[in-house]
């Protein structure tokens, strides 16, 4: 029995190394990868990172979030950095199939 625990053990370690290729930031817990740089600079100024990995959206939904922001709550134009900061959040925090609910559809979320 122990050697089967200790075997699951081992495999679930592994599993975990494998789906987390990246290091995450200390401070905020956000991935360190091209776009990080900006995506805390322009994002963690006016709210937590955890807004970030909690809320996982496709592109469209998080350009959509982006307006939002700058129509509603004095977000700045990102100018330069809007694609860079897309690219980031869409690779590192799209939709998954696993999750503490269902995403919601873009339909229902801010416009």
């Known amino acids: 029995m122990k050697k089967h625990v200790l075997l699951l ?3 679930l370690s592994f599993a975990a190394v494998a789906v987390s290729d990246y290091e995450k930031d200390k401070i905020t817990g956000l991935v360190i990868d091209k776009g990080f740089e ?5 994002c963690t100024v006016c ?4 807004i970030i990995t909690q809320n996982r959206m496709s592109y ?3 350009l959509d979030s982006i307006r939002w922001m700058q129509e509603t709550q004095g977000l ?6 809007e694609p860079i900061i897309l690219d980031y959040l869409t690779k590192h925090y799209s939709p998954e199939d696993t999750g503490r609910r269902a995403n919601l559809p ?6």
């Open 60 to 62: 469209d939904s998080w």
């Open 9 to 11: 053990g081992s495999l």
């Open 76 to 81: 700045w134009p990102l100018s330069v950095n």
């Open 47 to 50: 709210h937590s990172a955890k």
């Open 106 to 111: 873009s339909h229902l979320l801010p416009k």
């Open 38 to 42: 900006e995506v805390r600079a322009n």
